[in-house]
């Protein structure tokens, strides 16, 4: 079955049209880069700022890969700490890395799921 099976404009034809897309859509390789580094303001979705977690839409590379950023925010404290950062948005503390800095620590978001 194809949607030209059907007439041009019919509810089958365009379910048929939609399914093959959302395939299509579905099986690309698909890339996110997650940083810390905001990206500039005029990509930032309206009401948000750059404490808040937020992905940019997917985009389709030359190669057929479909891309998309994501930010993911975070800053730099002094351990031992007794301000642990928190979304402004949801409240959720941010996590402490692993990796540190002789007694600097890296905080970042930890509420990605709600955001993305
Ligand atoms: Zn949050």
Not at 3 to 26: K, N, T, V, W, Y
């Amino acid at each position: 079955m194809k949607p030209s099976d059907f007439a041009i404009g019919s509810l089958e034809s365009r379910a048929l049209a939609r399914m093959q897309a959302q395939h299509i859509r579905g099986s690309k390789r698909r890339i996110e880069i997650i940083s810390n580094v905001p990206r500039p303001q005029h990509t930032l979705p309206p009401g948000t700022n750059h404490s808040v977690p937020y992905a940019e839409p997917w985009q389709e590379t030359q190669g057929g890969v479909l891309l998309r950023h994501i930010y993911r925010p975070g800053e730099w404290k002094t351990l031992p700490t007794e301000t642990v950062p928190v979304c402004p948005d949801c409240g959720t503390s941010f996590r402490q890395r692993k990796e540190q800095i002789g007694d600097l620590a890296w905080f970042e978001a930890d509420c990605m799921d709600r955001h993305i």
